[in-house]
């Protein structure tokens, strides 16, 4: 079964990255295929790409389902995709039904909303795992129903925490996925269709670790609770293995900055940035493979403010990723008359070489 993971120019590049790494992640018959679009984007994404597409998904954007099934069926015509293929787009826009996502049956096309979810789960949620659970809700639902009608009548009115919920009233999505279950009723459902048992057990396993992480999180963020952290260079990210497998992506002058900081504990004065230019030097070379003393020169000079820019670029990240609450430990900051510098205690820190 291959499931195609697409996005429209409105959902951010690392959205579609985490989402497609935890699917991708999941083993059994589901096969999920990354999209040819993005393999032609290089990981060396610059500034200018970044704040695009800052400004791209801060518009409000409203397409209608047949638009946004046009863009899955589009993609299908360019690259030949398989008519049994299913394409789910990840799409940054709004719909006029103010829907979070759904089907077009006739074709094997669907949409999921990446946007507006902190407005139920709140600023301090990773929304990956919500799009995954949307994902593999309606991969199930396309088992168990042939038509948008059948699907209609089996939906509930009123919300039981289960993955038939219909919540009209959207805030009820938060019982629908911190549940990540499915009603005895719909259980018959699902029995009486015959549904491959390696299929469901894909679905119901990638859902329990949905339903895990994310009440770990919470859990978490209530007892200011400090997760391992592992730096990684040579792919430009940071792991967070306690906070369901988390994945910040950053540029490799980010990833030399944020090395430099991990290492020195007690912290850098930014008018003293000049003074750890070979460090900073060595760090951008084994990320990059080049020696580019232009792409770093700038860094050193305080009155330029590259280096508080590229700070804050790095603590937006780390922020949309783990919360403001968790992401407080790995930050870099700066307390009055003190160095910048990131406050967790380094036995959680593992730097990669």
């Known amino acids: 079964m291959n499931i195609h993971i697409i996005r429209d120019e409105h959902c951010p590049l690392v959205v579609y990255q985490n989402v497609f790494e935890k699917l991708s992640k999941s083993i ?35 397409l209608s389902f047949s638009q946004l099934y046009e863009i899955c069926e589009n993609y299908r015509k360019k690259y030949n995709i398989d008519k049994k293929d299913h394409i789910f787009l990840l799409s940054g826009a ?43 809700s ?9 038509s948008e009608d059948e699907v209609m009548a089996a939906v509930h009115t009123k919300s039981k925490g289960c993955m ?27 029995k009486s269709r015959d549904i491959p048992f390696n299929f469901l057990n894909q679905v119901f396993s990638l859902w329990e670790e949905i339903r895990k992480n994310i009440v770990f999180r919470e859990r978490a963020e209530f007892l200011n609770k400090m997760g391992r952290i592992i730096v990684h260079p040579n792919k430009k990210t940071l792991f967070f293995p306690d906070y369901g497998d988390i994945i910040v ?19 850098i004065f930014l008018s003293c940035l000049i003074d750890h230019a070979r460090t900073l030097k060595e760090n951008y070379f084994k990320i990059t493979g080049k020696d580019d003393n232009a792409a770093l020169n700038n860094i050193y000079d305080i009155r330029d403010n590259v280096a508080s820019q590229l700070i804050s670029r790095i603590n937006r990240k780390l922020v949309k990723n ?3 609450t968790l992401a407080s430990f790995y930050i870099i900051e700066r307390l009055i008359n003190e160095p910048h510098k990131i406050f967790i205690n380094r036995e959680y820190v593992n730097c990669l070489s």
């Open 94 to 136: 709004n719909n006029y039904q103010n829907w979070f996502s759904n089907m077009d049956h006739d074709a094997n096309n669907y949409f999921v909303q990446v946007t507006e979810w902190d407005l139920f789960f709140g600023a301090e949620i990773e929304i990956s795992f919500l799009l995954c659970y949307h994902v593999m």
């Open 249 to 267: 992506r950053l540029q490799p002058k980010e990833m030399a900055i944020y090395q430099l900081f991990v290492k020195e504990v007690n912290g």
């Open 322 to 324: 783990l919360g403001e």
């Open 138 to 146: 309606w991969l199930l639902k396309r088992k168990m129903f042939t």
């Open 28 to 62: 059994g018959v589901i096969n999920f295929i990354k999209s040819l679009d993005d393999t032609l984007i290089s990981n060396e994404s610059d500034d200018m790409s970044t704040e695009k597409e800052r400004i791209l998904t801060e518009k409000h954007v409203f």
């Open 164 to 190: 038939m919920d219909f919540c009209q009233d959207k805030r009820d999505i938060t019982l629908k996925i911190r549940t990540a279950d499915v009603c005895p009723t719909c259980l018959n459902i699902i």
